[in-house]
């Protein structure tokens, strides 16, 4: 059975007593063959490195904040071994069958650093183009919560394996939502980091510009325990910025007192259906009671940083996967290839406008928005969440306009380069969760962490589980 | 290159490949209705820093307030 132990108190655990890192971790590759493969969400587990990693983290002196802690993560994220014998590294598509890391992400190095134990690679959305999870070469995961709905897209594997209890995080990636939409549809927190705030050295590419890496976990303190490996330059990240490092749960006990929250009612809470809105204008007053100082904000010209952020991953994905749509173009599924051919018409002139376009916006919009508020809250999905069957697009066209308005909530937090912190807060009509997004001015996670820690009291959603997967 | 000339030849390189006549015109119309949107954007007229000038300043802000 799934331990749902919290990343924390593993950690204690392991310091405790030192030998049970390696029957943890057994225990870890087991459930991830076993419930794991159930819920379609794991691509590969290597016992022998896994347990080596483990046995050697046992037998050192250096107790780092993840000393012996398993976690497993989207395919996405490179490990390379030597003799050419790197994890499998196909980007969730059948077109890179076969391919192996060639490169250690420097991600999962630095998470090696801090004593984690790496448990295998999890199931993405073919080439992380899509947000509801479907993946016809790769497995599409089951959402523990009810296995007939998404986990939601792309890091789809890491939601259900977090959400099922095998691990207490796994780092996804997000370049339109795609780590707090399957954070969101399975119950979890989510965090989509400042833009060049964590290195995506080593990770599969989908938009340079846009690509984040982050954590899903059971907890805002276990979120906040990862960030605090993951942030940093990294000179081989050409987004890679410099700022110091923090702990970020430095403050996370600090409460609601003194931040000023805003509800975006405009675009967000009008775009999203009325249920979904009302809870979260619900979590929005409950933030109120608590301390905090509230108002309404309006982002001027957010509609269409939407479909901008869709041209630009589009416009970056068709330049990634250029020599694909000559020699493979047949293996890829019609969804990711209609997504990347319509980014193959772009010129390099209207790329440069594109990217001049995206820059003027974040100038202009920032300062302003931030001179009102600290953060401001939105839903996550705008809807109540779909079924697999209901929202295929392979099997069902007609599902197209729900399966577009998915990231309505989450494509502009990219296209402005903001970090945005998600967590749970309810259950939708049909007993899904249903989760809110705090986004923050940049580099300010320490401050969402700290929003999302109070928020988590209140909602107490730590102590409610899906129903064992059998 | 012109945009029609560019069009022209993605177009003609996506047939050669194998990809449907139905694909590419779907896939162009989407592009076009995505490129009309960028175009209606008013661009300030002063020269726009990049996007990574932009967050290397504003990290160094953030680190200062903090």
């Known amino acids: 059975m799934p331990s749902y132990q919290s990343l924390i108190e593993i950690r204690a655990e392991n310091t405790a007593d030192p030998a049970c890192i390696e029957a943890r971790a057994r225990n870890v590759i087991d459930e991830l063959e076993t419930v794991g493969r159930q819920l379609s969400a794991v691509t590969f587990t290597d016992p022998d490195f896994t347990l080596a990693q483990a046995q050697n983290c046992a037998g050192s002196h250096y107790k780092g904040p993840l000393y012996g802690v398993p976690l497993a993560h989207k395919e996405l994220y490179g490990r390379a071994l030597p003799q050419n014998r790197g994890w499998p590294f196909e980007g969730g598509s059948r077109s890179y069958q076969g391919q192996t890391a060639a490169k250690t992400a420097m991600a999962i190095t630095k998470l090696d650093r801090a004593g984690a134990v790496d448990c295998g690679r999890l199931v993405s959305v073919e080439y992380a183009l899509g947000v509801t999870g479907h993946n016809s070469y790769a497995g599409t995961p089951q959402n523990p919560w009810n296995r007939d709905y998404v986990c939601g897209g792309s890091s789809s594997g890491s939601a259900a394996v977090v959400a099922a209890g095998i691990v207490p995080g796994a780092l996804g990636s997000d370049t339109g939502g795609s780590v707090r939409l399957p954070a969101a549809a399975c119950g979890l927190v989510g965090i989509k980091p400042t833009q060049g705030l964590i290195s995506r050295s080593g990770i599969f590419a989908l938009s340079n510009a846009l690509d984040t890496a982050g954590p899903l976990t059971r907890s805002v303190a276990d979120a906040a325990a990862i960030l605090s490996c993951l942030a940093g330059y990294d000179s081989s990240d050409d987004m890679s910025v410099q700022t110091k490092s923090r702990d970020y749960a430095r403050q996370i006990d600090g409460g609601l007192t003194g931040l000023r929250i805003g509800l975006a009612e405009h675009y967000f809470l009008s775009g999203s259906d009325s249920d979904i809105s009302d809870i979260i204008a619900g979590v929005f007053d409950r933030c109120l009671r608590l301390g905090a100082q509230g108002r309404n904000v309006k982002i001027d010209g957010i509609e269409d940083s939407n479909p901008l952020n869709v041209l630009l991953i589009a416009t970056e994905a068709a330049h990634v996967h250029n020599t694909m749509i000559d020699t493979a173009h047949r293996q890829l599924n019609d969804q990711t290839l209609m997504r990347v051919l319509a980014g193959m018409f772009t010129t390099d002139e209207a790329y440069a406008r594109l990217q001049a376009c995206r820059a003027d916006y974040i100038a202009r919009t920032l300062p302003e928005l931030f001179d009102k508020v600290d953060m401001f809250m939105t839903p996550v999905w705008p809807f109540a969440l779909p079924t697999i069957a209901g929202s295929d697009l392979g099997g069902n066209p007609d599902a197209a306009p729900l399966v577009q308005r998915i990231g309505h909530n989450t494509r502009p937090v990219n296209f402005l380069g903001l970090p945005a912190v998600c967590l749970p807060v309810g259950f939708d009509r049909n007993g899904l969760p249903v989760s809110v997004q705090l986004v923050g001015r940049p580099f300010s996670e320490d401050m969402l962490i700290r929003a999302a820690r109070a928020i988590e009291r209140e909602y107490c959603f730590w102590d409610t589980r899906p129903p064992p997967v059998s | ?66």
Request: net charge negative.
């Open chain 2, 1 to 66: 290159m012109s945009d029609k000339e560019h069009i022209q030849a993605v177009t003609e390189r996506l047939s050669r490949a194998g990809i449907s006549d139905a694909h590419i015109s779907l896939a162009l119309e989407t592009s076009q209705n995505l490129h009309e949107l960028l175009a209606r954007y008013k661009l300030a007229g002063h020269r726009t820093p990049d996007i990574r000038d932009i967050f290397s300043r504003l990290a160094a802000r953030q680190d200062e307030a903090s």
